[in-house]
């Protein structure tokens, strides 16, 4: 019962280095999210998508870009890592996307430091 | 657009203690609402949700009324207990935006014994 697995939890990067955050769901969900969370806010959706080769762009995308080539995965890419990117970050699927009270199901949270 | 307000935190209450933790928010149309907890160490889960003006979600002992005519979604539970210590989040989805939530900043509650 693994669910949706994210890696790492934990990371510091330096400035304008990259890296990929990695999310993978054994549910067989369509829908699959990334969100952010500042201290004191609420999560922010970053890109979201609909299914294998289908993404867009959430609330806050700027400094970020996804894939989806399988129905498992969605990594997160930080191309240029900047000091406003630290936050910890939240995957998350849901089975169809087609009702607005569907549960999402999120990862663990990785937290990542940008210095 | 769409946002959600939750009371500051922390709320640090004993065992057994009444809580309640107020959620308002403003949307268009017609809104779910839901409340996700975090548990430390872990990631969010869903709590409970309520589809339609006074419906009343519950689970674990939590109770929230949708109430559409103050906007407003408050998190209740009777006695709570030290395995209740936890972020809680407000959220909701509306329109189309299946599966873009809108949430809360979150609410730190810790229980002690």
């Known amino acids: 019962n693994a669910g949706v697995t994210q890696t790492p939890k934990f990371r510091i990067l330096k400035i304008g280095q990259s890296m990929t955050l990695q999310c993978t769901q054994d549910?067989?969900?369509?829908?699959m999210y990334w969100y952010r969370q500042d201290p004191g806010m609420g999560l922010k959706l970053i890109y979201y998508?609909?299914?294998?080769?289908?993404?867009d762009k959430g609330e806050v995308p700027n400094g970020y870009n996804v894939s989806r080539s399988t129905t498992e995965d969605f990594p997160l890419r930080l191309e240029l890592a900047a000091p406003s990117q630290t936050s910890v970050y939240f995957c998350?699927?849901?089975?169809?996307?087609?009702?607005?009270?569907?549960?999402?199901?999120f990862g663990e949270g990785s937290r990542l430091t940008v210095l | 657009g769409n946002s959600v307000t939750q009371m500051e935190g922390p709320v640090t209450l004993s065992e057994e203690a009444f809580l309640t933790i107020n959620c308002t928010y403003t949307?268009?149309?017609?809104?779910?609402l839901f409340w996700y907890v975090q548990y430390p160490g872990e990631g969010l889960q869903l709590l409970l949700k309520?589809?339609?003006?006074?419906d009343k979600g519950s689970n674990k002992g939590f109770e929230a009324t949708y109430r559409k005519e103050t906007t407003s979604f408050h998190l209740e539970k009777g006695s709570v207990q030290v395995s209740d210590s936890a972020v809680y989040f407000c959220a909701l989805s509306g329109g189309t935006s299946y599966g873009k939530l809108t949430f809360g900043q979150g609410t730190i509650l810790t229980v002690h014994p």
């Open positions: 309520a589809t339609k003006a006074d």
């Open positions: 998508s609909v299914g294998a080769g289908i993404t």
């Open positions: 998350a699927s849901s089975p169809s996307g087609t009702s607005v009270a569907e549960e999402l199901f």
């Open positions: 549910m067989n969900h369509n829908y």
């Open positions: 949307a268009t149309g017609y809104p779910s």
